[in-house]
């Protein structure tokens, strides 16, 4: 496996994170920041020559490409665009995800976009949604760049220094302790991944009822 590792190129490593990351705040639901978290993890080997630096930096320009894509496409084709998607893809663009999106816009505006980079639903509806929603483009790329560099950045260090710790932590602590840390990790995300299927089940009914009710 080591052998197979240091056989990858840096460079790949850089361009499948920009491609994976970009494509996925572009609109098209792909694991962006499961790439991330890997490469970020793979750049905390020392005998890997893959720099941290360079992984923040292709997460970082290919979340801004692909929101400003993802924005140019939305404001082009405006919410009818979400129509068609969410009738293709109802697990990702349905009528209860782009609501919970629109609700979050209306209430929190440009900072939307901004702690959009930090929540699954919206990094992928954030770019498309706020041309939809007209949202004057300086405003917009300011949140978007500032946010992808937070991210990106401090998603990549974060990751990064716990693999150089993670070595000399397992060496102190048993591996009871660090199976007990994954599981509270995975029940925290299994928690707000519930919430949040939660709200998008009550805002689809709502949207089916409101829908019964304009045909009758």
Sequence with gaps: ???????????????????????????????????????????????????????????????????TIGYTIGRRFGMGLFEKLGKRFPNHFGPGHVALAKQLFARWGVWAVFFGRFIALLRILAGPLAGALRMRYGYFLAANATGAVFWAGGTTAVV???????????SRFSW????????????????????????????EAEHDWETLRETK
């Design 160 to 170: 990064y220094y716990l693999g150089l710790a993670a070595e000399k932590w397992l």
């Design 1 to 67: 496996m080591e052998t197979l590792l240091e056989s990858i190129p840096p460079l790949a490593v850089y361009l499948i994170v920009g491609l994976i990351i970009g494509a996925e705040s572009l609109g098209i639901p792909l694991p962006g920041e499961i790439a991330l978290v890997s490469a970020a993890l793979l750049a905390s080997r020392h005998t890997l020559d893959i720099s941290p630096v360079w992984v923040g930096t292709a997460a970082t320009i290919g979340a801004v490409v692909g929101d």
């Design 176 to 203: 009871i302790a660090l199976v007990v840390a994954i599981l509270i990790g995975i029940g925290l995300t299994l928690l707000l991944r519930e919430r949040t299927r939660s709200l998008i089940a009550q805002l």
